[in-house]
T-cell receptor, first 111, second 114 residues
Framework: GESVGLHLPTLSVQEGDNSIINCAYSNSASDYFIWYKQESGKGPQFIIDIRSNMDKRQGQRVTVLLNKTVKHLSLQIAATQPGDSAVYFCADVTRGGKLIFGQGTELSVKP | NAGVTQTPKFQVLKTGQSMTLQCAQDMNHEYMSWYRQDPGMGLRLIHYSVGAGITDQGEVPNGYNVSRSTTEDFPLRLLSAAPSQTSVYFC?????????????FGPGTRLTVT
């Protein structure tokens, strides 16, 4: 069946360092993968997405890498800031447009 | 634009009570959906709608009903609340013809069933 899971539930980094959050998926028929950021007490906020026919996409301070061979997705955050502290979810968008969320990784940034 | 709004923010119910969680959006989005989020987990899809008069089930629809009489509103009904429905509920909306990944989420409703 479909599943999207994260390797690590928590990640602690020093301010200014780069962060890498990983995600594994099992549905090879997905069209999109998305990363969401969820701050405490708020709904998820879209960060970046990547189509299944791409292997890399860059945004402002964020890069998403997709490795379809091993069904692995990662989110890289450059020069991590305290405001980046949140829970990060990867999600798999099926052809019906439904989102299947992974468990989440809590990123903690130490000043 | 107010975006996606949800009411109430917090609610406590007794087992067996019923209630409706409200969701509204002012972006003229065709697609609306309801998710629940349990501690330490991602969001799971309960029900969704691709337009007024059209609804369908998601991953975890049991115990919940929805209707979509207007484009703007998508209420979620719990007919007989159970402790297993204690969760945070998020409503989301997006355009159908645009990027399906760009769903806008509301602030959530925290529901406790005792």
């Amino acid at each position: 069946g479909e599943s999207v899971g994260l390797h690590l539930p928590t990640l602690s980094v020093q301010e200014g360092d780069n962060s890498i959050i990983n995600c594994a998926y099992s549905n090879s028929a997905s069209d999109y993968f998305i990363w969401y950021k969820q701050e405490s007490g708020k709904g998820p906020q879209f960060i970046i997405d990547i189509r299944s026919n791409m292997d890399k996409r860059q945004g402002q301070r964020v890069t998403v890498l997709l490795n379809k061979t091993v069904k692995h997705l990662s989110l890289q955050i450059a020069a991590t800031q305290p405001g980046d502290s949140a829970v990060y979810f990867c999600a798999d968008v099926t052809r019906g447009g439904k989102l299947i969320f992974g468990q989440g990784t809590e990123l903690s940034v130490k000043p | 634009n107010a975006g996606v709004t949800q009411t109430p923010k917090f609610q406590v119910l007794k087992t067996g009570q019923s209630m409706t969680l409200q969701c509204a959006q002012d972006m003229n989005h065709e697609y609306m959906s309801w998710y629940r989020q349990d501690p330490g987990m991602g969001l799971r899809l309960i029900h969704y709608s691709v337009g007024a008069g059209i609804t369908d089930q998601g991953e975890v629809p049991n115990g919940y009903n929805v209707s979509r009489s207007t484009t703007e509103d998508f209420p979620l009904r719990l007919l007989s609340a159970a402790p297993s429905q204690t969760s945070v509920y998020f409503c989301a909306s997006s355009y159908l013809s645009g990027n399906p990944a760009e769903q806008y989420f509301g602030p959530g409703t925290r529901l406790t069933v005792t």
